[in-house]
Structure formats: structure tokens, C-alpha cells
């Protein structure tokens, strides 16, 4: 369609998305930002959030609700030029394939972690584990 992007969105585990979409808005380092057609070409880094692909296409194995898919992601690059996105992520998690439970479990490991750190560094790591766990709860959720 003449107002789509064309979306790829690539892990080191291979291709999680691959289509067309309204928009794209991803979980920026400064603050959440939201690409359209014809934005200006662009790099940008991201954190852990949420990253949301608009789109009213059905995809398989994938979730659409309210035409969007919204996916778990722990930070990457996303790639803006002439109405294609490329989303460089470290992990990406759509949100119908997070456990829960599984996440809940994550969540209270890394608290542990936290509690039980000595240094700086195992704080730090502990405390970007516990932001990936909740972050995980919050998408599988359908919260942001």
C-alpha cells in the first residue's frame, strides 16, 4: 500500500518480523519515539520496552490486537531510509509467545540477585535483568 513501511526486524537468532506496516514505535534511549511514512532517514538506538509494529495485515504465528503486534525487546538499532525500517535488536519477544509464569520467575531471580549483590557490576547486572524480566511481564500483559 502506497502509506506503508516495509519492516524487517532482525535478532542474532534470525528474522522476527518481516512485512508491511502503518508505523513502527520503539522504546528510544531519550524517550519513545514513532516512525511513519516518509520520515526522514535516520539511526537510532533503543532500550529495553516495547517496540510496536501497526499494522492491519494478519501475520502468521503472530498476534495482532487492535492492529498491533508488540513485542519484548532488550534494546538494539532501528535503521530509518526511503520508508524502510530495520530493527537491529539484541532479543525480541512477540508478546503471545512470553511466558509469563516464566517471566514472573526471571522477575524474582533477578531480585534475589539484587539483594544479594556485593558490587557495583552485580548490581548493575542484576538491575538490567529485573528490567528485562518486568518489561517481558508488562508486553505479555498488554501493558506499557
Not at 1 to 26: H, N, S, Y
Not at 36 to 58: C, E, S, W, Y
Not at 62 to 80: K, N, P, Q, W
Not at 111 to 133: I, K, V, Y
Amino acid at each position: 500500500m502506497a502509506d506503508q513501511l516495509q519492516v524487517d526486524i532482525v535478532t542474532p537468532d534470525g528474522r522476527a518480523f518481516e512485512g508491511e506496516a502503518r508505523g513502527v514505535k520503539a522504546p528510544g534511549i531519550k524517550g519513545s519515539f514513532e516512525v511513519l511514512r516518509n520520515h526522514a532517514p535516520m539511526i537510532a538506538a533503543f532500550g529495553i520496552g516495547q517496540l510496536v509494529v501497526k499494522t492491519q495485515d494478519a501475520y502468521e504465528d503472530l498476534t495482532i490486537s487492535d492492529g498491533r503486534i508488540e513485542f519484548a525487546t532488550s534494546g538494539g538499532f532501528l535503521e530509518v531510509l526511503d520508508n524502510r525500517v530495520i530493527v537491529l535488536a539484541e532479543t525480541v519477544e512477540p508478546a503471545s509467545d512470553i511466558d509469563t509464569e516464566r517471566a514472573e520467575a526471571a522477575e524474582q531471580r533477578a531480585l534475589q540477585r539484587l539483594r544479594e549483590s556485593t558490587s557495583p557490576d552485580e548490581r548493575e547486572e542484576a538491575q538490567e535483568a529485573l528490567d528485562r524480566a518486568r518489561n517481558r511481564l508488562r508486553v505479555s500483559m498488554g501493558g506499557v
